[in-house]
């Protein structure tokens, strides 16, 4: 039995190897996490590590453009890249490390996750969506199986700053007509990703392989 963990990473396997697997999303520790109760403050976030891939420059660069708050958390080999391209620009707030409640807090509080990678699957949307705030990521990958269109987040089609800046404004639109206002809605739609879910699946797929290896 192969295993994959999205639909995304299952359609690979059936491309190279011919070989159909069955997807099990990665466990995400959802029951730590909930909606605080409150509006959504006015500011964007992004959390990651600061590698290329991420391209967490997206969010910086459209933001900026836009002329919006954004809290980037994290840290990583291209600090110092994203620190000079938001150089002198009181919108964009670096955190660096911080504790686990701390991210939860700025999750719970903003208006949106931006998320630029493309991921097998990708946690920290999940994550995200588990606080009860939307996602606004990159349409390719396992975020097209972890985020829900126009209804936990939107999409947008290029790993450019022009399709950043889009998706932000038509998010905006769409949220000033309380498309994303149930935030209880939200995290339980994020809650299908959860631990318990992911071992009784895995254990669902041992005991068949064994049963089957039996006959």
């Known amino acids: 039995t192969l295993i994959a963990n999205s639909s995304y990473i299952a ?12 997807v099990i999303y990665p466990p995400v520790n959802t029951s730590r996490l909930s909606p605080n109760g409150k509006e959504s403050e006015d500011f964007y976030v992004v959390f990651s590590r600061f590698v290329p891939y991420k391209r967490v420059d997206l969010a910086v660069s459209a933001c900026m453009q836009l002329n919006r708050k954004l809290v980037v958390i994290g840290s990583g080999s291209g600090e110092k890249k994203l620190k000079a391209l938001a150089a002198g ?3 964009i707030t670096f ?3 911080i504790s686990d409640e701390e991210v939860k807090d700025y999750l719970q509080r903003c208006k949106a996750m931006i998320f630029c990678a493309e991921e ?7 994550e995200c969506q588990a606080c009860g705030r939307p996602v606004i990521a990159f349409g390719k990958g396992g975020a097209l199986e972890t985020v829900s269109d126009r209804k936990t987040g939107i999409f947008f089609d290029r790993q450019e700053t022009d399709s950043v800046v889009e998706a932000i404004k038509n998010f905006e639109t769409l949220a000033e007509k309380g498309i ?13 990703f959860s631990e318990e879910r992911f071992i ?15 006959k």
């Open 120 to 126: 097998d699957f990708g946690i920290i949307p999940v």
């Open 95 to 97: 955190t660096g490390r």
């Open 89 to 91: 620009n009181k919108n």
């Open 180 to 192: 994303f206002s149930d935030s209880s809605a939200i995290s339980e739609f994020a809650s299908a």
């Open 200 to 214: 009784r699946q895995i254990e669902d797929a041992v005991n068949k392989t064994i049963q089957n290896f039996k």
């Open 11 to 22: 359609r690979r396997i059936k491309k190279f190897w011919n070989r159909d697997a069955q």
